[in-house]
Each structure stands twice: as structure tokens, then as C-alpha cells.
């Protein structure tokens, strides 16, 4: 039997008179990769930002294992050690090493002693391929390597899911793959993830269901298989090709 981690019921962000998603519903079960793809614009990085509890739904639930996340008086900063999130834009403080990066929440967090949270820190920087990094600033790695440090951060907390915020759109081409392998690397180590992103070609190897979101509402859902080769609705099919056609271009270098 699948065992729901996270469950999302009627759940809607308005901005003043404009709705970002209204009444939107998921389940994410133990294991599950889960992609989300649509075009921008369209609430994906809002729905992220809401499970994570960045951003404070207007109405609707949010269940983390037992726990309803969305409840009054939950401990939002206790509820994140459980939720990690990766951003597009790395977030890392630029005086610190790679090392400190991902340390400085084992510490002040998880109250976990330097040498304990050190041991931890390089851990995770290793699991990312960054061992000989460690001592390095952000200033000193490229932007994959800022990436993974990111992962490495917050895989350091022990996550019962990670969030995945388009983690390469702010990476040159070249640097794409590295950062792409080591998700590929916590799909097949059963981490749970849900990842919004342009990569088709990753969104068609790793996951294990793909969610269409257009305007605020799940399309269509599927494994790769039935959206890519079958899709049930005409906007999927159209949406699909284009973002195919506009990265197999960028990918020729045309």
C-alpha cells in the first residue's frame, strides 16, 4: 500500500484579486519523484513556496505524514527541518565556506555540537560529489557546484521530502548535468521529491508522475509514458511539443 507523506487538500493562494491556484489537490507518497511542469506564470514555484510554508496559503490543509502542517500554532521552522527546499538562485551566504553553508543549520537548528554538525556537513558535501570543495567559497565554484551545495544543505537536515524550485534555470548549459545527476542519484536512493522544472528529458528518466499545471489548476497527471505518448488533453499534447522543440534547439545550440 502507498504511504502519503504529504497531502495537499483544496488549497488556494489569492494576491489580492488575482487567484494563483484555488481548491488544488495532490497526494505524494513515500518514494514518489513527482514532476511539475506548465508554463511560467502559471503557480508552481507559489505551490512550492506553500508546502515549504514560505508563503501562507489563504485557505485549504497541508498534511505532512500526521501532522497538519497548516494548523494554528504549528512550529513553521520545526516543520521546514522536514521539508527541504532548493531554490533557483543557490542562497548561499558568500562569506562562508561550502563547509559552513551547510553546517551553519546543523548548528543553529538542529543545536547538533560543531564537530557533530561538521562530520554531518561533509557527509552531504560528499553524497553531492563536492568533497574536495568543502573549503571553498561560492565565489571560488562554478554555479553547478553552488547548486550542490544548496542540495547538500538541505539534505543535511534529514528531510522527509525535498522541494526542488527550477534548481537549474539559473545555471549556464554545460553545468545542467551535474546538478541533474544528483537528483537522479536521490530518486533512485528513494528520496522524496517533487521538482518543478523545464527538463524534459530528466522529468521523462526520474519521475514517476508528471503534473500539468496550467493557470492555477492540475491539467492533467500521469507517469512519463501517458503524458509524453498519450496525453488526454490537447493544451498537454501542445504544451509538451513546444517545450520540447525550444529545449532540443537550446540543446544543438540554435
Known amino acids: 500500500m502507498p504511504n502519503p507523506i504529504l497531502t495537499v487538500k483544496n488549497l488556494t493562494k489569492r494576491?489580492?484579486?488575482?487567484?494563483?491556484?484555488?481548491?488544488?489537490?495532490?497526494?505524494?507518497?513515500?518514494?514518489?519523484t513527482i514532476v511539475i511542469i506548465g508554463p511560467s506564470g502559471t503557480g508552481k514555484s507559489t505551490l512550492l513556496?506553500?508546502?515549504?510554508?514560505?508563503?501562507?496559503?489563504?485557505?485549504?490543509?497541508?498534511?505532512?505524514?500526521?501532522?497538519e502542517i497548516t494548523a494554528k500554532g504549528v512550529d513553521e521552522d520545526q516543520v521546514r527541518q522536514h521539508i527541504g527546499m532548493v531554490f533557483q538562485n543557490f542562497l548561499l551566504f558568500n562569506h562562508l565556506t561550502a563547509l559552513e553553508n551547510?553546517?551553519?543549520?546543523?548548528?543553529?537548528?538542529?543545536?547538533?555540537?560543531?564537530?557533530?554538525?561538521?562530520?554531518?556537513?561533509?557527509?552531504?558535501?560528499?553524497?553531492?560529489?563536492?568533497?574536495?570543495?568543502?573549503?571553498h567559497y561560492p565565489g571560488q565554484l562554478s554555479g553547478g557546484q553552488q547548486q550542490r551545495v544548496g542540495i547538500a544543505r538541505a539534505l543535511a537536515m534529514d528531510?522527509?521530502?525535498?522541494?526542488?524550485?527550477?534548481p537549474t534555470s539559473a545555471l549556464d548549459p554545460e553545468l545542467i548535468g551535474e546538478v541533474l545527476e544528483v537528483m537522479r542519484k536521490l530518486s533512485l536512493e528513494g528520496m522524496t521529491m517533487i521538482v518543478v522544472t523545464h527538463e524534459m528529458g530528466f522529468a521523462r528518466e526520474v519521475a514517476d508522475r508528471?503534473?500539468?499545471?496550467?493557470?492555477?489548476?492540475?491539467?492533467?497527471?500521469?507517469?512519463?509514458?501517458?503524458?509524453?505518448?498519450?496525453?488526454?488533453?490537447?493544451r498537454t499534447r501542445e504544451f509538451l511539443w513546444k517545450i520540447t522543440e525550444l529545449y532540443g534547439k537550446k540543446e544543438k545550440g540554435t
Open 49 to 67: 513556496r506553500c508546502l515549504n510554508l514560505l508563503t501562507k496559503p489563504d485557505s485549504g490543509q497541508i498534511w505532512l505524514d500526521d501532522q
Open 102 to 135: 551547510v553546517k551553519l543549520g546543523l548548528v543553529h537548528v538542529k543545536h547538533m555540537s560543531k564537530e557533530a554538525a561538521e562530520a554531518k556537513a561533509r557527509e552531504e558535501l560528499a553524497r553531492v560529489g563536492l568533497t574536495e570543495q568543502a573549503d
Open 159 to 166: 528531510p522527509r521530502i525535498m522541494l526542488f524550485d527550477e
Open 210 to 234: 508528471i503534473i500539468f499545471m496550467e493557470k492555477g489548476h492540475i491539467v492533467e497527471e500521469g507517469t512519463p509514458d501517458e503524458l509524453f505518448y498519450h496525453p488526454q488533453f490537447e
Open 15 to 32: 494576491y489580492g484579486e488575482q487567484t494563483v491556484f484555488e481548491n488544488l489537490n495532490l497526494t505524494v507518497n513515500e518514494g514518489d
